[in-house]
Structure formats: C-alpha cells, structure tokens
C-alpha cells in the first residue's frame, strides 16, 4: 500500500508521466522545494522532506579537510619537500609523521568548522558520525594497522599531484573536486587585500608581461590556444628570471621588509615547487590574456569592470611600459611638448582664459574639453596647425613622419592613449599655472623655463591662426564658423554642470568615501605649495633623508610652520593631521611616512583635489563629456551651441545626487530647479526630430513576420510609450544593448542608442546599474502602437488582437493538414515568436530548460494560457496588497504571478527564431 502510494506521488498530475527517482533525489539532495516534468515541463511540488539520512555532503566536505591537512603538512616540511623534489620516495617514518599529525588534527575537528557549509537539517547525524570517526581514530595502535595505508595512498596522490605527475583529466570526479579544493584555498589568491603591498605588485608584472605578449602577437582578432599557451608560459619564464617588483614607493619598516621579502621568496617557491600553486597562477594569467585582449580590441569592456582588475588597468594606463614619448627620439619629443604647448595656449586664448585674474583655477570643464578636443584631432588623424610649429628646432620631414606614428599608436592601442592623456592634462595644467602664477625663475623646473621661454618669445598671429589648432584635408563648413561665435556667450547647460561640480568639489569626505583613489592624488608638489616652498621642495628633502638617514635632521621650525599652515588653511578638519605630526615627533614613523600620511589625510578632505572626467561622469550617470563637446565642438556633426537639458536628464541627474551626497546635495537640487525655472519649460525627454524609414512598422502584423512579432512581443514585456508626446523606448541592461541594435536597424531610426549609469540602495548597500536606452518620437507609429497595442500604455491586461487572429487562423490550418500541429504553420510560427519576444523580456530561465514567463497582471497571463492552451498553472508570487521592499522602498504590491510555458511549446519557440536571447536559450548538447 505504501509502495503504491509512493508511485503515485511521483506521477506528474498534467501529463501523467512518472518521475525518475534519480531527479527527485538530486531536487532533495539541493534542498528544492519542486521539479519539472521532463515530457510537458509541469511544476510538481515535492511533499516529503528532504532526507535528513544523507550526510554525503558533510563527507565530501570532511574528505576536502583532510586532504588539506596532509597538502599543508608536506608544504611546511622542507625535509619532505627536498625528497620530493629530489623525486625520492619517502620514508615510513616520513608517513606516519603526516598520518600522526591529521589524526590529532581530526581529533581536535567540532562539527561546527563545517557549520556554514551544511544544511542544519543533517547536522546531527553529521556530529554523529564525527563522533563516531574520532572514536575509531582514537586508538593509535589500531590507526597505524588499519588506516595508516589509506593516509599512505592518499599522501601519494597529493606528491603525485605537487610534482605535476597525475593528468587531470584522467582522475575520477572525487579527486578533481579535491584537486580544485585545493587549488581555491591554497592556490594564488588575487584580491589585492590579500598580502596587499606584494600581491598588487605582482599581478602588476604579470599584467605588464601579458600585455607586451599580445602586441607582439599583432592584436589577432582571435587568440588559438596555442597562442594562449605560449604566452601563459613566457610570462612565468620571464617572471622567474627577471622579477622586476617594483618597490621604490614603499616605505618599509625593517619588520615589514622582511614579510615582503618573505613573501616574494614563498610565491617563487611554490610556483617551482607546488603544481597546483602553479595551476592557480597560470588560470589567473589565462584571465588577464583574455581581459587585456578583448581591452586591445574595444576599449568600451573597461567601463564595466571592477576591483582587482580597474586596478590593474589603472596601472599599465600609468606604467613605463606604455610611455607614449619612450619610443621618439629627443629632439621629436622636445618639438612635440613645445607643439602641444603652443596649441594649449591658443585654446586658452579662445576660451579668454589668458587675460583671466592670477590664481583662478582652471574650470574643470574647460580643462576636460581642451583634452578632449587635442585627442579626439589626434585620433582623426589631424595635424597641428603649421602656424604653431614655426620656429621649432626640427625638420618639418622628420616631425610630420613621427607625429604620424604616433597617431597610429594613438588610434590602436587603448594604454599608450590613455598614458597620452595624462601628459596632456600634466601639459595642459602646467601652461594655465605658468600664465596664472608668478614664479621665480630659480624655482622653475628645466621643462617650465623650456616651455615659458617658448611662449613668452614665439609671436602667435592671432589673426591669421583664428581659432583653427588643428586642420585636416576637409574644408570646414562655413556655417559651423560662423555658429562658433557664439561660444563666446556661456551657454546656461555649461553653467549649470560646472556649478554642480563646483559645488560638488566642496564634499571632499564624500567623494574620498566614493572614490578612495583620488586621495593619492594630493601629492607632495601639492603638500610643498602649501608649506610655502616651491613645488619640489619636500622631494629634494626626502632625496637627501634617503642618502642618510641617521644623520638627516628635519627642521622643527619649519615642520612647525607646516601644521600651522594646514590649521589655517583647513581648520577643525586638520586635527588628525596634528596627531601624525605627534606620531612623527615621538618617532613612531619616520619622515617618509609622515609625509605619506599627511598627502592621504589631507587627500581626504581637501577641495582642492579636482573632480576628474571618470567621476564626473559617474556622478552625472551619463557621459558628461558628450555633452560639453556637443555644445562647444563646432566639428561635431551634432553640434548644438544652444542644447538645453530635459527634465529626464535633470532628474537623473537628481537622483544620482540624492543617493550619493543625500543632504549635501541641497545647493545643486536648488540650481537644478533654478535652471527649469529659468529656462523652461523644458523638454520632457532628450527628444529630438529623429528620422524614422518605417514610421508604420507596427501598423499591422502578418504572417511571415517574425522579427516584427518578436520586437512587438519584446515591446509589450520591457518596452513602452509614452503617455504625453510620442515617445517610444526601451530600457535594457547594457548585456542586452544588440537587441536595442537590431530593433533600430530594423526600423531604421537615426537615433543613437545612449548609455547610462543608475544608482540605487538595495539591503543598505550601494550598488551600480548600466543600462543602454534607445527613445525616439514618431508619431505614426505612436499613433498605430496606441490604437492596436493599446495595452502597452495602459497596462497589458490581454494578447494583442493580431496574435489571437493568427493563432485562430493557425489551428484552422492545422486541422485540414493533420501532420502538422498548429505551431508548425506559417502563422502559428509568427504568434509563438511573439510569445518569445515576451518570454526574452520578462521571463527566466529553469533548469537549463524550461521557460516560466512572470507578470504582474493574472489577467494576461490567463489570456496568454488560453491562447496558447498552457496546461500548467498559474502560480501567486506576491499577492495584490502584500507589503515588498524594492530597493530599500517599502511598496505596496499590486500582484505578481508567473507561469511555466508547456515545454514541447517552449521548444518550438526555440527553433522557430535563432536572434533571440542567447542567455535564454537552452544549452545545446554537447555530443
């Protein structure tokens, strides 16, 4: 009876299939509450719990322990490692050294080291068995009878495995789980908070390595393995040989040196040593050849990266390896620095900046476009307006052909220009500060007396160069100049971002708390300024403490003079400056260090640190950049001198502030609102007359038209229209930005698809969305979506008319041709499409297979399950009224319900359109 009862629970109720006991075991096993009927893909609940007998889980979890035992063991053993190496066997006493010392550690094992790692359910028959295993371990005499020639074989295999003897591939499963075990806890870790001083410098040299690697393999679009290969061996060739850790910034104590070195010396020993210590350093190469290669090829990847790996790219766009003037020769390198100069003070001059009061720092807008606009010319391949070149110690032959080269560099090698663009922001603060502030010649450096003499002798026709820097083959248009004279009136867009930015630069804490980066740069040409001194002044100290250090003696006077000048300028904010002044007073750091710390506190608070053009654009939430070129470059195709921001755009804007500086931010919501008071009413939306080659696309949907139902399926789950105007859009995660590529291809709207950043707090935390948008007007298609696909706008309550009337049409057809199913007809083809087009929208994924389609409205999906004769039900996700949290916002719920699509349907829907979602798609067998 019993038995019959349990068959009868393993019947699916849709379909009638029996489920395999192998499935309802490994639902149990990972603790899943239901699984999918395998013929029709009908949810089945699974009533019994899951079985609290099964500690395989705590087995598996004991075995991996004990195998890191005996891996540490041998590791800490120099004698047995030298036996090892030496490929010596080892001695019984060696065995039973080891075997002794896992013993006394399994012996000392609580259950509660695998606490985190268990369900609670098998908790106690896990102790049990514990218990049970340090019972039988007990007895030292029956250990070394009866479990000594286990330990045996298994400290083998790991020897084996340490002198890289065993293939992978060959071992079972259990000893692959060991092998990556392994790998993961004792392998190479490359989270920079790990070991921090010597892990960043070392996965530092390799990123070097690898990059080098890549160029010399000529930017292949795509890398064999073989490639892979090579360059994951020369890089640990080259890294063994010539280490080459760069140290020079660290200030070490004679007890930290020590651990460095010591840890350098432990990371060459075990990559020469330990097998899987070097599997884990050649999977972290195999990761930085695939980044830095898809880098090399488009650029845009780095936007989405993080930890460890910003850091990584943060370095080679600094390091030497990249230097763009390494590869010129002198007299090219002088010509081009006095070149650029000259060119950065006549775009001073145009923007009127020459003439400007002293000490006025330069607006950090001004500052970014003029960067801007010398790399972009640069990138089209532009030259410098050969008025500036007059009088430069260089054949004109010889510059033009090295200024080509460096081009070429510039357009295909993402590192080498961003290392150009921090020399030119070096050039471009270096010509504002020499025309802004007074200095003494003794205290001008060899470049800034190179540089002033030039400027100060060179004779800049003014009206003969007009405001033309750089010149390219096309003629400029004639109407483009003639708007640039209104770029002498401050456009109130430009205002109001600079003010924000202004403002913004006074939440110095804040944006230390953002951005931990940007402390570092508040240096000690910055700290010197600040002393009274000139920019050098706390180098040249330093350089001489480091020739002596026991004799150097630092003025108490003067370092006096220091703290007062930061009280003064600072105020209550310095009080933990004063405290690493007592610090260094009572020798608790050297002088070095005071210093150091002193740049990070100061770092920390100071306002003078500037706003740089990846935080502002963070900040903002959209490419801050874009936008002054718009309104200022009159070579853009759409510039626009007059361009207002929309409502959507300050409220983005808004948002962004509200999340990051929350009530600091007030004094830019007030200049926000001041700007639509001022300069309304303001566009609703960054809506412009855009083209549209099919504006009656959607007028009406026949058969045969797959992509047009997909798009309208994708429409009706992620997309909308608007209620006032005529817009039309998607908003997508920037994962998903080709189908936003596709749709306009489609329609053939010239509307660029924008990027965006959205901040939001989920459970306290901060976090970061990327999101790619395309909005357009078009008022015939507006006008069709609104009248046939009304529910688009109003909220989807059922299956659009045209989708019905095909499906109609469809089973009609099926039933005069009764080998084909309805689904298999032109017709049926085109409506499930548009079921597919819903499904990539707000549908997921179910074990690898099944699609389950999620809505807040039940009335579309029961329009959807009798359209489409779903058999599976519906099921409740949320009820209408329950209370939710969404993004730390207490809501009210109007309802969410879901329901699995029959799976013979979901596959037809598969097959019956390739350009869906592909991470919505089912695996594909391998055979």
């Known amino acids: 009876m019993q038995d019959s009862e349990t068959k009868q629970e393993n019947i699916c109720q849709e379909c009638g299939n029996e489920f395999p006991r192998s499935l309802l075991e490994g639902a149990k096993d990972n603790s899943s509450s239901s699984v999918y009927c395998e013929l029709c893909g009908a949810e089945y609940v699974i009533s019994t719990p899951p ?106 295999f790991l020897i084996k495995i340490l002198n890289g003897d065993n293939e992978f591939q060959t071992m079972n499963i259990s000893d692959k789980r060991i092998i990556i075990y392994l790998k993961e806890k004792y392998g190479f870790e490359p989270n920079p908070e790990v070991n921090k001083s010597f892990t960043r410098r070392l996965i530092n040299r390799l990123a ?71 599997q884990s350093v050649e999977d972290f190469i195999f990761r930085l050849v695939i980044l830095l290669n898809q880098i090399l090829l488009d650029s845009n990847v780095i936007n989405h990266l993080g930890g460890y790996e910003k850091n990584i790219i943060a370095f080679l766009e600094k390091s030497n390896l990249t230097e763009w003037n390494s590869n010129f020769k002198r007299p090219f390198r002088i010509a081009l620095i006095l070149a650029f100069s000259r060119v950065i003070y006549a775009i001073l001059n145009n923007y009127g900046l020459i003439e400007s009061s002293f000490n006025e720092p330069i607006s950090p807008v001004v500052a970014i476009e003029i960067e801007e606009s010398i790399v972009r010319e640069m990138e089209k391949s532009n030259k410098i307006n050969y008025l500036l070149l007059e009088d430069i110690n260089v054949s004109l032959e010889v510059f033009e052909t090295e200024f080509d080269r460096l081009q070429q560099s510039l357009i295909t090698d993402h590192f080498y220009k961003q290392n150009f663009r ?46 033309k820097c750089f010149f390219s083959k096309a003629n400029s248009k004639s109407k483009k100049l003639k708007k640039s004279e209104k770029r002498n009136k401050k456009n109130p867009t430009l205002e109001l971002i600079e003010n924000i930015i202004n403002e913004i630069q006074t939440y110095s804490e804040r944006l230390a708390e953002l951005f931990p980066d940007r402390i570092n740069r508040y240096n000690l040409t910055d700290l010197s300024i600040l002393w009274g001194y000139s920019s050098g002044y706390i180098s040249n100290m330093l350089y001489l403490y480091k020739k002596n250090p026991e004799r150097f003696q630092a003025d108490e006077e003067k370092l006096k003079n220091l703290i007062f000048n930061i009280k003064d300028t600072f105020g209550t904010k310095a009080k933990n400056c004063i405290k690493i002044y007592q610090k260094f007073n009572q020798s608790e750091i050297d002088l070095p260090t005071f210093f150091e710390e002193l740049c990070q ?32 470059n009159i070579n853009k195709t759409w510039f626009n001198p007059d361009y207002m921001l929309s409502v959507e755009k300050l409220d983005l804007i808004s948002n ?28 609703e939306y960054s809506l412009e007359q855009h083209h549209v080659e099919k504006p009656h696309y959607f007028s009406k949907l026949e058969a045969g038209e797959d992509t047009k139902s997909y798009f309208l399926g994708f429409l009706y789950s992620d997309g909308y229209i608007e209620s006032n105007g005529y817009g039309i859009g998607f908003e997508l995660a920037l994962k998903d930005k080709h189908v936003l590529v596709k749709f306009k291809e489609e329609i053939g709207v010239d509307k660029r698809i924008t ?36 529910g688009i706008k109003t909220g989807v309550e059922e299956v659009p008319d045209a989708i019905k009337e095909l499906v109609s049409k469809a089973k009609k057809i099926s039933l005069s041709k009764e080998k084909f199913g309805w689904c298999d007809t032109k017709e049926g083809k085109t409506a499930i499409i548009w079921l597919l087009g819903g499904y990539d929208g707000d549908g997921t994924l179910l074990q690898g297979r099944y699609g389950k389609i999620y809505c807040s409205s039940v009335k579309f999906l029961k329009d959807i399950k009798i359209v489409f004769g779903l058999k599976n039900k519906i099921r409740e996700k949320e009820s209408p ?29 598969m097959a019956s359109y390739p350009h869906s979602l592909e991470r919505k798609r089912p695996k594909k067998k391998e055979h």
């Not at 350098?264 to 899987?276: G, P, S, T």
């Not at 008022?779 to 046939?788: A, R």
């Not at 730390?888 to 029959?902: H, Q, R």
């Open 881 to 909: 009224g329950d209370i939710v949290n969404v993004f730390d916002e207490v809501l009210v719920s109007k309802g969410y319900y879901s329901i699995v699509i029959d799976i013979e349907l979901f596959r037809k829907m």
């Open 656 to 683: 962004n502030l509200e999340v990051l500086f929350e009530d600091l931010a007030e004094p830019c919501f007030k200049l926000i609102e001041q700007y639509k008071i001022d300069y309304g009413p303001l566009k």
């Open 422 to 467: 921090h020399y030119i922001k070096f050039l471009i603060k270096l010509v504002y500060g020499l025309t802004h502030t007074i200095i003494k010649e003794k205290d001008l450096t060899k470049l800034e007396l190179m540089i002033i003499k030039d400027l100060s002798t060179y004779n800049f026709n003014w009206k003969i160069l007009g405001k």
């Open 208 to 278: 070097q390595i690898v990059y080098k690697s890549l160029n010399n393999q000529n930017k292949k679009p795509e890398l064999s393995k073989e490639i892979i290969d090579k360059i994951i061996f020369d890089t640990l060739e080259i890294v063994q040989k010539e280490p080459k850790i760069d140290v020079t910034d660290l200030k070490f104590k004679r007890e930290k040196k020590k651990e460095f070195l010591a840890l350098v010396n432990r990371f060459f020993y075990d990559l020469k040593f330990d097998w899987i210590y070097r």
């Open 755 to 790: 990027q965006r950043v959205v901040f939001a707090k989920y459970k306290g935390k901060l976090y970061k969305y990327h999101q790619a948008r395309l909005r357009f007007g078009c008022k015939p298609m507006w006008d069709d979506l609104s009248e046939k696909y009304s």
């Open 601 to 632: 506190e100061i770092g920390r608070f100071s306002g003078e640190i500037k706003l740089i053009y990846d935080e502002i654009n963070e900040i903002f939430g959209f490419l801050v950049d874009d936008l002054v070129q718009r309104i200022t």
């Open 51 to 156: 079985s609290i007998s099964d500690i395989s889980e705590f087995k598996k979890h004991l075995r991996f322990y004990n195998h890191g035992i005996i891996y540490e063991k041998i590791k800490n053993d120099p004698k047995i490692m030298r036996r090892i190496y030496l490929k010596k066997s080892l001695k019984d006493s060696h065995y039973e050294k080891i075997a002794e010392n896992v013993r006394n550690e399994i012996l000392r094992l609580s259950i509660d080291h695998f606490r985190d790692r268990i369900p609670d359910y098998i908790l106690e028959k896990s102790q049990k068995f514990l218990y049970e295993a340090q019972k039988q371990l007990s007895n030292p005499k029956l250990f070394v009878k009866r479990d000594l020639p286990k330990f045996k074989e298994r400290i083998d």
